[in-house]
Every structure is written in structure tokens, then in C-alpha cells.
């Protein structure tokens, strides 16, 4: 029964679209639940309640297989024979990796230039996926690729298809199971194309609907400073769910002043440097269903937590350690309770993206120059330990 050896499927009754013998696996989200005591202490919550959530032992090395297993098992049900999506790296990753592995469909993906770590594009390259750098960054990267995969009838795999979302749950799902269903008080994720998070909302709304918990962890969405379109939007301008009726002015205003400023989402976590979030309205559902927060975190932020993951934990790549950062903010507000059970989660792999940890760490100045000299940041002293 191949179903009970993946991390996703084995909670088949709760991702329901597909009968079990059209369901597409590789024995992804086999994952774990780490209590992570010296990252407590930064954090500064009490001993025992900060868990990390590593999703970097998936097989392509971050949590997108939970949803690419799913989006890619429906695409073979529809009878796709070839699927497309924009990435900063992850996804293309995954989704190259479902088609190398299962020879069921052809992968084609769209990055922006040098938008993309070596780590990743050499998954692409190396699954042979058919792979197409574009002028422009990730949101323009989405648009092309939704333009093109609509005029071609091509599968398009990106978050925007619900049967991602759909696979996403099963993160949650692990988490509860390993605390044995105890619910935590706060779930803390990186946003950036915003589909964890709306995935994690529905999972607790349904969960909660089926009488499987009591009560819905809070939820924090946590973006890069330079890549902050949901904290904008959710914390400045007061935008939200409001029974499914959103404010669209808001959004819209909001892009067209972007469009304006010329503004670019410009991150060192290159995985979330995303300014048009197409889960945007999603993931406020989820922040209603959840009562959730928005924050932001700098790329100093980002590296520091990072760093502290690494030397307290299993690691992880500069996004996933966004959440790390944005619950010592959290905590730091008062937001977040000493004394509050905290998951926070790690969505990729220490090696996906290592340029800015070496240069964060290293002692030649003109290595840091290169990579980090143009960003405000510093190595910490925690550097020269
Ligand atoms: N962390 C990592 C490591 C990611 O790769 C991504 C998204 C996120 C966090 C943000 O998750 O989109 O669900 O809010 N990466 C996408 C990609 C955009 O193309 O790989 P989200």
C-alpha cells in the first residue's frame, strides 16, 4: 500500500479529489517536528515551547512536494501531458522532480534572471525540465507563464491551483499529529506566494469542522521586508477577508502604485521575493479563520535567525528562517506569550541556497562585498564566534 509511505496521502480521507490508485507519489513529507531549545532562547520563549516544522527532507528538498504531488496527480487524472510554472526556485524544483521521476508529463518552467539560487536551477536543470529564463522577475515570470499555459492548454502548477493548497494541509496535519493533537497557539510561516498559509487555514478551518480540534491555532504570516505586499495591504491599509468580499480597491490602488514606483521586490531570501502574491485573497481567509497577524522582517533579521537555526538546529535556506525572525518579533511585541507553544516553519533545505550563508559567515571582506555589500546587512558578531 504505497499510499501509507508518503507524508501527504497517508491522510488521504482529508485531501479527497483523487481515488487512491491515481494518486502520484514519491515519498514525500516524511518530515519532523523538532523542539529546538537554543532557538527558544533566542526567540526568547520559554524551554520547550518553540518547534521547527523542516519540511527540507522532502524529496526535493522543500515543503512544495507536499502540494506538487497532489497538483501533479491531478494533472495525470486530466490526462496533462505537460505542466508549467513560474519559480523562485522551489516549486521548479518539485515539479521537475515529479516529472523526471513518474515520466508521466513534461515540465516546463519560467524564472526570472538571476533570480534564482544555483541550488535550485541546477534541480531544474538536472531533472531535465525544459527551463526559460526571462527578462523580469517572479511576477512577471507568473504572468508569462499563466498567459502561456492558458493560450497552450498547458497544466499550470503553480500555488494558484487549488490541489496544491490541497496537498499543502498535510504540513499541518504532521504537525498535530507529532504533538499528539494538541493544537499550539501560534503557527508562523513564511508568506510569499502565499500558499502555505492559505493551505494551513483551511486545513484547521476543515479539521475544526470534522471535530478533529477544539480551537485553530493563531497564525502568523511573516514576509521580507522588501517583498511585503500582504503586510501592507493586512496591517496598513486594514484589508481583509470580510466574508469573501475583500476589498478590491485596496488591492488594486496598492499594484498600481507599485506599478508607479517601478517598485521590484528585492530580498536576499530569494524564494519569497514576491510583491503580487496570487494566494493573496486566500490566505485572508485564513488569517480571518485563524486570527492571524502580518509582520515583516529584514534581511539582517533574516540571516541572524538563520544563522541561529543552523547553530541550534537542522537548518534551513534565508526564507524559512522568516518565520524564526518573525516570532522573536512576535515575542518581542508581546504579541506572542513566553509561555505560548510556537511552531514555526523551516519550508526549505539548508543547501538550496547557499551564497548568502557563506558570505554572511565568512572573514574576506570582498566575499561579503560581493553578495551581501549592497544590503544594508552585517555579519553579527555571532559570525565570529
Ligand atoms: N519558503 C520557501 C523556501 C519557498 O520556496 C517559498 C515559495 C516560500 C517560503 C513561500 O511560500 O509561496 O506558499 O507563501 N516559493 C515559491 C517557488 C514561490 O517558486 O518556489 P508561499
Redesign the pocket.
Known amino acids: 500500500e504505497p499510499l501509507r509511505f508518503s507524508g501527504v496521502w497517508r491522510f488521504h480521507e482529508l485531501i479527497q479529489f483523487a481515488p487512491a490508485d491515481k494518486v502520484v507519489t514519491v515519498g514525500e513529507g516524511q518530515t519532523l517536528l523538532q523542539q529546538a531549545n537554543e532557538v527558544a532562547k533566542f526567540v526568547g520563549q520559554n524551554e520547550g515551547n518553540l518547534y521547527l516544522q523542516y519540511e527540507g527532507m522532502n524529496p526535493s528538498g522543500?515543503?512544495?512536494d507536499n502540494g506538487m504531488c497532489a497538483a501533479f496527480t491531478h494533472a495525470h487524472m486530466t490526462g496533462a501531458k505537460r505542466a508549467a510554472?513560474?519559480?523562485?526556485?522551489?516549486?521548479?524544483a518539485s515539479l521537475a522532480m515529479y516529472s523526471s521521476v513518474t515520466r508521466l508529463m513534461k515540465a516546463i518552467i519560467f524564472i526570472g534572471s538571476g533570480k534564482i539560487s544555483y541550488g535550485k536551477l541546477s534541480q531544474a536543470l538536472e531533472y531535465g525540465a525544459l527551463t526559460i529564463q526571462l527578462a523580469g522577475d517572479?511576477d512577471d515570470a507568473m504572468i508569462r507563464v499563466k498567459e502561456v499555459s492558458q493560450s497552450l492548454g498547458i497544466y499550470l502548477v503553480n500555488?494558484i491551483n487549488p490541489f496544491r493548497i490541497e496537498g499543502q494541509k498535510s504540513v499541518m496535519f504532521r504537525v498535530l499529529e507529532a504533538l499528539r493533537w494538541e493544537v499550539p497557539d501560534w503557527i508562523v510561516v513564511?508568506?510569499?506566494?502565499?500558499?502555505?498559509?492559505s493551505a494551513f487555514g483551511k486545513a484547521f478551518q476543515e479539521l475544526k469542522l470534522l471535530g478533529l480540534i477544539d480551537r485553530i491555532p493563531r497564525l502568523a504570516v511573516i514576509n521580507a521586508a522588501g517583498a511585503d505586499t500582504l503586510h501592507q495591504l493586512y496591517e496598513r491599509r486594514g484589508l481583509r477577508w470580510q466574508d469573501g468580499q475583500p476589498n478590491n480597491t485596496l488591492i488594486s490602488d496598492y499594484y498600481a502604485e507599485l506599478d508607479h514606483r517601478k517598485a521590484k521586490a528585492d530580498t536576499i531570501a530569494s524564494?519569497?521575493e514576491?510583491n503580487r502574491?496570487v494566494?493573496l485573497k486566500k490566505c485572508l481567509r485564513a488569517l480571518d479563520a485563524c486570527d492571524g497577524v502580518v509582520r515583516k522582517v529584514t534581511d539582517q533579521e533574516i540571516l541572524d535567525a538563520k544563522a541561529q537555526v543552523g547553530a541550534g538546529g537542522i537548518g534551513c535556506?534565508p526564507?524559512?528562517a522568516a518565520s524564526v525572525a518573525g516570532a522573536k518579533l512576535l515575542r518581542a511585541e508581546g504579541v506572542i506569550a513566553p509561555s505560548d507553544r510556537v511552531v514555526c516553519i523551516l519550508?526549505?533545505h539548508q543547501l538550496?541556497d547557499p551564497t548568502a550563508t557563506v558570505a554572511y559567515h565568512t572573514t574576506d571582506q570582498e566575499q561579503f562585498n560581493n553578495v551581501l555589500g549592497s544590503r544594508g546587512v552585517s555579519r553579527a558578531s555571532f559570525a565570529n564566534r
Open positions: 522543500s515543503f512544495k510554472c513560474a519559480s523562485t526556485g522551489n516549486t521548479s517572479f500555488s513564511p508568506g510569499g506566494n502565499l500558499g502555505n498559509s524564494a519569497i514576491i502574491p494566494n535556506e526564507a524559512s519550508t526549505g538550496k
